[in-house]
Every structure is written in structure tokens, then in C-alpha cells.
């Protein structure tokens, strides 16, 4: 790669033009990174809701044209001035919010939440000129949560990118950069389920099926799915769901039926739907004393949660998570590593696979709800 540095790059970009629309293969050109940045090789990138979500327009500020996406791995083509944590040929993943190790929140033990680098999905420019690094014919392409990785290559923070084990398979450890991450790092991390307890889960979706299978690692006797979609269950079986509830087969609140089968409540519950009602079930759940519950899903922008603050009183803890309380830098290692060792399973949430010039099937998937994760071949 080493003739490269320094130069522009051509190569293939899939790019939004607008909202809903389906993207198209473009040539576009890559600058070389900057300070603090790094050009990295797409590989292997998955799609994810958050960026279906964006493309469709329903996020805030709309800002096209674009190049979508964030769950991906790749290697490392040449790094800018100041980078001395990566190097040309490292094996990275990158992150749709990152790790300065210099602020408050990279500072503290507590908190994954980087002054800097989280996530901004309103900026389509990098932080270090405010300009992009991707262009057609002069004409700047918006980047998107910092990593654009719809694109063979794609400049991103160093930040932003956590170097892991150069054997661990790219086209399996992808996934982890976004979505199965949050789901089982809000369970292992946050929740934190002794051997032995019950556990629900709000949403078998990608992140749910990662929450159930973080209940699974950590040895669960009882994983409760809760979804309004009975066909997941099956599927939820393989991530360690023991049972199943689909609140529209009860005439009374979903947390009622818990605390039935429970005897008074599940010690843990996640919820990864982001819808306000599943929320505040998922919180009243829990068993009085000792219970915890996690949230996860984002919620509608007008979403209020309400509920009794005997609730709380009643010794319930309500919890909040970003990304798994995974540090990017710091932490994702580790996740590859728990892959490497056969702890954490992560075939099983890839559904499908094509190649990058048929990047357009992996929205139509996603949109037809079919499968968890599909993922995108660069290289054809």
C-alpha cells in the first residue's frame, strides 16, 4: 500500500445522494489523513439500522450527498501526523464514537462517553478542518458519524479506531464494532447478571439476540425475550432465550406477566427497542430489593418515561447505556479476543452476505425486517 501514502486515492464509494433513495457506485477521491487521522481499507462492512435510519431521513438534520455506514473492519493504508497507536497494516475497527484518552470521560473508570468523539451524526465534516475527505470532482461528499465505511477507503479519527488482533477473521469481528457490542456490554458491563439469575430481554433484534447471548455468557438460568413479533423466538432459542412473551397475547401490562412468572420480578432486564412503553415495562419488571433494568434503545425524541417513584424506592434500579460501556479503544480488544476463545459466538448473527456492488440488497433486507446482520464484501 505503501505507494498510496501521501496521494489522493480513487476507488468506489456507494454514496447516498438523497434521502431513501438507492445508493450509487460512484469513483470518488480519498485525501490523504491529516493530524490525529488515518486512512484506513475497508474490508468487510455490515449494515445497521442507525444507518437505514439516517438515509431514510429520520434523523434530525438530514445532509446529503453522503457515504453511509459504521460497522466494518479493515486495515490501516497510511496514518497523519501525531498517530503513534496505529500503523500501516494494523487490522482496526472502526467506531461511530471514539476514545481521546484525554478528557474527563476517557479519564474515568465510569464513563465511555469521550468529550471529543462521541457520536455526532449531525457532522459530515472532519474535526480537525471542518472539510471532508471525500470528493468527486471537487464536489465534497458528506462522511457520516465518522467512519463512512461504504467506501474501499475511508479517512477516520485515530480515535475512532480500535487496533485488534490481526488473526481474528474480519469478515466475523465486524459486527462488533456497533450494534453486538452495545447489546452485550449492556448486559455483561452494566446489567451484570450473576450465575444462576433471570433475565429479560425487551427487542430480538441484532442488539436484543447480543443482550440474550451476554445473559448466556454470564450463565443465566432463565433469558425472558419480549418482543410483539412471535417468528423471533425461534431464532432467540440460539442466543440463549429460554422463554418467550409477546405482550399482545395478554389483556394486562407486560411487566405483570413477568413478575408472574417470576415470582415478584426478573433480577435484570435490558430493553432494546427504544419505544417508551417497553421501557417503562422493562423497568417495572424488575424485582423490588435487588432488581436492575438497562436501557438501551433510543427513544423518539418527545418520548417522557413515567412511573411511580415507589418503583424506585422499592430498591429498583433504572440504568442507562452507550455503546455497552465499552471504551472503543480501550475495550473493543477484549470483545475480539472473547470471540477468539469460542466464549462469544458471532457467526450466528450473520444472516447474509453480498458483495459491495450489491450493496443495495443488504437495505432491502433490512427494510423486509429478514435476517440479523449482512455483510458486505469489498473486495468482489
Known amino acids: 500500500m505503501s505507494s498510496t501514502v501521501g496521494q489522493v486515492i480513487r476507488c468506489r464509494a456507494a454514496v447516498a445522494w438523497e434521502a431513501g433513495k438507492p445508493l450509487v457506485m460512484e469513483e470518488v477521491e480519498v485525501a ?9 481499507k475497508i474490508l468487510f462492512t455490515s449494515l445497521c439500522h442507525t444507518d437505514v435510519y439516517f438515509w431514510e431521513a429520520k434523523g434530525q438534520n438530514p445532509l446529503f450527498p453522503r457515504i453511509y455506514g459504521h460497522e466494518a473492519g479493515g486495515i490501516v493504508e497510511s496514518v497523519g501526523e501525531g498517530v503513534t497507536d496505529l500503523k500501516p497494516g494494523d487490522h482496526v475497527l472502526p467506531v461511530f464514537t471514539g476514545e ?40 465534497p461528499i458528506y462522511h457520516f458519524v465518522g467512519t463512512s465505511t461504504f467506501s474501499e477507503y475511508t479517512v477516520i479519527h485515530v480515535g475512532c479506531l480500535a487496533k485488534i488482533n490481526p488473526l481474528a477473521p474480519l ?51 432463565r ?28 389483556n394486562k401490562p407486560v411487566q405483570e406477566v ?91 448473527f450473520i444472516t447474509h452476505t453480498v458483495p459491495f456492488s450489491e450493496i443495495n440488497k443488504a437495505f432491502e433486507y433490512m427494510l423486509r425486517g429478514e435476517g440479523l446482520r449482512c455483510i458486505i464484501r469489498m473486495e468482489e
Open 258 to 348: 413477568i413478575a408472574e412468572m417470576t415470582n415478584g420480578g426478573v433480577d435484570r432486564s435490558v430493553e432494546c427497542t427504544g419505544h417508551i412503553d417497553a421501557m417503562i415495562s422493562a423497568f417495572e419488571c424488575v424485582h423490588d430489593g435487588w432488581g436492575v433494568a438497562v436501557l438501551v434503545g433510543v427513544p423518539h425524541k418527545d418520548a417522557v418515561f413515567k412511573t411511580h417513584p415507589m418503583n424506585l424506592l422499592n430498591e429498583r434500579t433504572l440504568k442507562g447505556t452507550f455503546f455497552g460501556n465499552y471504551k472503543p479503544r480501550s475495550d473493543l480488544p477484549s470483545v475480539v479476543e472473547k470471540y477468539m476463545s469460542k466464549e462469544l459466538e458471532v457467526e450466528k
Open 223 to 250: 433469558i425472558i425475550g419480549v418482543d410483539l413479533n412471535s417468528s423471533r423466538f425461534e431464532e432467540a432459542k440460539k442466543f440463549g432465550a429460554t422463554e418467550f412473551v409477546n405482550p399482545k397475547d395478554y
Open 32 to 40: 490523504p489523513p491529516q493530524a490525529n487521522e488515518v486512512r484506513v
Open 100 to 139: 481521546c484518552k484525554e478528557c474527563a470521560h476517557c479519564k474515568s473508570e465510569e464513563s465511555n462517553m469521550c468529550d471529543l468523539l462521541r457520536i455526532n451524526t449531525d457532522r459530515g465534516v472532519m474535526l480537525n478542518d471542518g472539510k471532508s475527505r471525500f470528493s468527486i470532482n471537487g464536489k
Open 171 to 221: 469478515d466475523k469481528v465486524c459486527v462488533l464494532s456497533c450494534g453486538i457490542s452495545t447489546g452485550l456490554g449492556a448486559t455483561l458491563n452494566v446489567a451484570k447478571p450473576t450465575k444462576g439469575s433471570t433475565v429479560a430481554v425487551f427487542g430480538l433484534g441484532a442488539v436484543g439476540l447480543a443482550a440474550a447471548e451476554g445473559a448466556r455468557i454470564a450463565g443465566a438460568s
